[in-house]
């Protein structure tokens, strides 16, 4: 999207100094890592409640878990550069409305709950990232993506802004993300491939509208 700032942070640099050693990373880069790090793990809780009533009973245990240790790495991080970093909230269905009725009420099945959830929740996600990156991301460019992907995904709009519908393309790619988590950590999650399809799906379609 040519966003300013976004070579304020060399991710390369910041991957090769963390495997070496956390304490090198300036706070800069620490702040970086540890604003990742806490998104990561205050996404995954709000998330599930945009899903089926089964899917976050199943997960809320796992989630909350990962969350208390993505804080502890995240809080070591940051705290061995001396910088400050706050975890983000995220939208859940109550605090939301689509075209002025509730934010689930036109959605159903577990395919558009995820998409609904993913296209607002990942794009606060990024936002807070970006942030503590020093990316700067127009504020009128998030108000219309929320506006826009909240009643395309969940209410009444036919289309997507082009603007709009490339930051969304971009930001479904996190089906990359997924795939490489899955393989890296040799979880052979059926799960995670119903993630990566959906979410790789949604991202073709998008590009090529």
């Known amino acids: 999207?040519?966003?300013?700032?976004?070579?304020?942070?060399?991710?390369?640099?910041?991957?090769?100094?963390?495997?070496?050693?956390?304490?090198?990373?300036?706070?800069?880069?620490?702040?970086?890592?540890?604003?990742?790090?806490?998104?990561?793990?205050?996404?995954?809780?709000?998330?599930?409640?945009?899903?089926?009533?089964?899917?976050?009973?199943?997960?809320?245990?796992?989630?909350?878990?990962?969350?208390?240790?993505?804080?502890?790495?995240?809080g070591a991080v940051a705290g061995a550069a001396d910088a400050t970093v706050t975890a983000p909230r995220f939208s859940r269905p109550r605090d939301v409305t689509v075209d002025g009725r509730p934010a689930l009420a036109r959605v159903s099945g577990f395919r558009d709950r995820f998409l609904l959830a993913d296209a607002l929740l990942h794009l606060e996600w990024f936002v807070h990232a970006a942030a503590a990156d020093g990316i700067e991301v127009p504020s009128d460019l998030v108000e219309r993506t929320r506006r826009e992907s909240l009643s395309y995904y969940g209410g009444d709009r036919g289309s997507l802004s082009p603007s709009v519908r490339r930051f969304q393309c971009l930001l479904f790619a996190d089906d990359a993300w997924v795939g490489r988590v899955n393989d890296r950590y040799d979880l052979n999650s059926r799960l995670f491939d119903v993630w990566e399809r959906i979410l790789s799906g949604e991202r073709r379609r998008l590009a090529g509208e």
């Open 1 to 74: 999207m040519d966003f300013d700032g976004a070579d304020a942070i060399d991710g390369a640099r910041v991957a090769d100094r963390l495997r070496a050693d956390r304490a090198t990373l300036s706070p800069a880069e620490a702040r970086s890592v540890a604003a990742t790090l806490l998104a990561d793990g205050a996404f995954s809780e709000p998330y599930c409640e945009w899903l089926p009533t089964w899917y976050e009973l199943a997960l809320l245990a796992p989630v909350r878990y990962g969350d208390w240790r993505l804080r502890r790495v995240a």
